[in-house]
């Protein structure tokens, strides 16, 4: 069974950084794209970015661009979000979810009904 567990959420100013991790439990984590979502109440929930195996291709959505990194460590099956220039609009619950590696993954990475395993979430709160 696989298992995703996200950490690294809290509090934190407008213009601070954070760093989200999530450790996936799999035993081939080779076979898994990577992705991040993250969803506010009464909204649905958005793609923020998401990696393939190599870390050679790496999608962003338009509004953390150049302020969110995304990176992957192979050997420990764990992929990281780091987060700078907060803004408050980007609180929100932060879920990290795991894709086959397949044509349908490749062409959709942003789609979240590709993505089969999900962790449980961790809030993130940007303050003004």
């Known amino acids: 069974q696989v298992q995703l567990v996200e950490s690294g959420g809290g509090l934190v100013a407008a213009g601070g950084s954070l760093r989200l991790s999530c450790a996936v439990s799999?035993?081939?984590?080779?076979?898994?794209?990577m992705g991040w979502f993250r969803q506010t109440p009464g909204k649905e929930r958005e793609f923020v970015a998401a990696?393939?195996?190599?870390?050679?291709?790496?999608y962003y959505a338009d509004s953390v661009k150049g302020r969110f990194t995304d990176s992957r460590d192979n050997d420990e099956s764990t992929v990281h979000l780091q987060m700078n220039s907060l803004k408050p609009d980007d609180t929100a619950v932060y879920y990290c979810?795991?894709?086959?590696?397949?044509?349908?993954?490749?062409?959709?990475?942003?789609?979240?009904?590709?993505?089969?395993?999900w962790g449980q979430g961790t809030q993130v709160t940007v303050t003004s």
């Open positions: 990696n393939t195996y190599s870390g050679g291709t790496t």
């Open positions: 979810a795991a894709a086959l590696r397949n044509p349908t993954w490749y062409t959709h990475p942003r789609d979240p009904s590709g993505y089969v395993h």
């Open positions: 799999v035993l081939t984590f080779s076979i898994y794209a």
